[in-house]
T-cell receptor, first 112, second 112 residues
Framework: EAQVTQNPRYLITVTGKKLTVTCSQNMNHEYMSWYRQDPGLGLRQIYY???????DKGDVPEGYKVSRKEKRNFPLILESPSPNQTSLYFC???????????FGPGTRLTVL | TQLLEQSPQFLSIQEGENLTVYCNSSSVFSSLQWYRQEPGEGPVLLVTVVTGGEVKKLKRLTFQFGDARKDSSLHITAAQTGDTGLYLC????????????FGQGTTLQVKP
């Protein structure tokens, strides 16, 4: 089954404790991206990747890092999480950045 | 900067009623996608409209792309409780390059 998986689905952590949210897709897509979703603000892109070893900032990259060492994986790293990073995070993949986006199930992160 | 404004942001109606959601911009898009997101899940593509003036139907859902390709609408006939969810529009750049621009979403609640 074609899918995008994210782990964990739920995470409660404390300020400053480094965390990684994993994302994996099995559709051989070149384009992957991370979004955060907040009430009234819609989906805002954090980082995206056009291909292996190619990443770039989206609209709200501050406080986040990503890597793309393999085509299928695109982890999101929060080196020192802060409460304003409490949000619902989605990973997405696509054959091209303007084509249909396939979203993962989401990760709800709470930073205390 | 390209922006997509969705209206209304929230809609609560009774089962059987009709409704229309609007997605407007001052920019021209080469195509426009509509997604639906259910609680606890990622957005899922409903339809892509490409040609100015295009109308697509998906059962009780009718999607229209404006003649100038700056706006789109989603009309639901005889809404059902299963239509409840968040509806997102997303526009692709004028030359099918660049990332998708998402609207902030319309939350639809259909009451029995």
């Amino acid at each position: 089954e074609a899918q995008v998986t994210q782990n964990p689905r739920y995470l409660i952590t404390v300020t400053g404790k480094k965390l990684t949210v994993t994302c994996s897709q099995n559709m051989n897509h070149e384009y992957m991206s991370w979004y955060r979703q907040d009430p009234g603000l819609g989906l805002r892109q954090i980082y995206y990747s056009m291909n292996v070893e190619v990443t770039d900032k989206g609209d709200v990259p501050e406080g986040y890092k990503v890597s793309r060492k393999e085509k299928r994986n695109f982890p999101l790293i929060l080196e020192s999480p802060s409460p304003n990073q409490t949000s619902l995070y989605f990973c997405a993949s696509s054959s091209a950045e303007w084509n249909e986006q396939f979203f993962g199930p989401g990760t709800r992160l709470t930073v205390l | 900067t390209q922006l997509l404004e969705q209206s209304p942001q929230f809609l609560s109606i009774q089962e059987g009623e009709n409704l229309t959601v609007y997605c407007n911009s001052s920019s021209v898009f080469s195509s426009l996608q509509w997604y639906r997101q259910e609680p606890g899940e990622g957005p899922v593509l409903l339809v892509t409209v490409v040609t100015g003036g295009e109308v697509k139907k998906l059962k009780r859902l009718t999607f229209q792309f404006g003649d100038a390709r700056k706006d789109s609408s989603l009309h639901i006939t005889a809404a059902q409780t299963g239509d409840t969810g968040l509806y997102l529009c997303a526009g692709a750049g004028s030359s099918n390059t660049g990332k998708l621009i998402f609207g902030q979403g319309t939350t639809l609640q259909v009451k029995p």
